[in-house]
């Protein structure tokens, strides 16, 4: 059973190893999503390719994955790594559409400090299976594209 007493953080980061996977492929020049408290990406204009981690708590990360279409939309791409969440309303409106997906054949152990105030890291048990969600900075003439494929890193 869930303890919703808990105190949720939204600030985890990448794993430099699975970032690199994915920066080889796509050549990130920005992240609107930093582990800088202060910072708010939804706020600015991002830049031409994006990695976007969101803070995973509902309403943040709907509104970066909201950003993130608004963004593809004006010929930017960006990459975003979200918890797998295929029965939400925002999935099949915005990611399933919109975007290529690509499911992660394991679980990511997330660095940064838990409920309890522990620091954790690798070997630390995830709670969800992720996904990388791709918008594009173009549209295919109106037609939806979807790849769905395993994306294979292992992380010890």
């Known amino acids: ?29 920005f992240d609107p999503c930093p582990l ?9 204009d991002w830049e031409d390719r994006n990695f976007v981690n969101p ?11 909201r950003k993130a ?12 790594l979200l918890p797998v969440s295929t ?8 990611i399933y559409p919109n975007s ?14 838990n409920s309890f105030g522990q620091k954790v890291g690798k070997g630390s048990a995830p709670m969800h299976d992720s996904m990388i969600c791709i918008f594009r900075p173009k549209t295919n003439g109106g037609l939806k594209w979807i790849r769905i494929e395993y994306f294979c890193l292992l992380v010890v």
């Open 55 to 65: 803070p995973y708590s509902r309403k943040l990360k709907e509104a970066f994955i």
């Open 1 to 29: 059973m869930k303890n919703r007493n808990l105190i949720h953080i939204d600030h985890w980061k990448t794993p430099k190893e699975f970032y690199e996977k994915l920066n080889g492929e796509f050549n990130f020049n």
């Open 69 to 80: 279409f608004e963004e593809s939309r004006n010929g930017k791409l960006c990459v975003m």
């Open 100 to 113: 290529e997906i690509r499911f992660v054949k394991n679980r990511i152990s997330f660095e940064g400090t």
């Open 36 to 44: 800088h408290p202060k910072f708010n990406g939804l706020l600015i």
């Open 87 to 94: 029965s939400t309303k925002i999935f099949h409106e915005i």
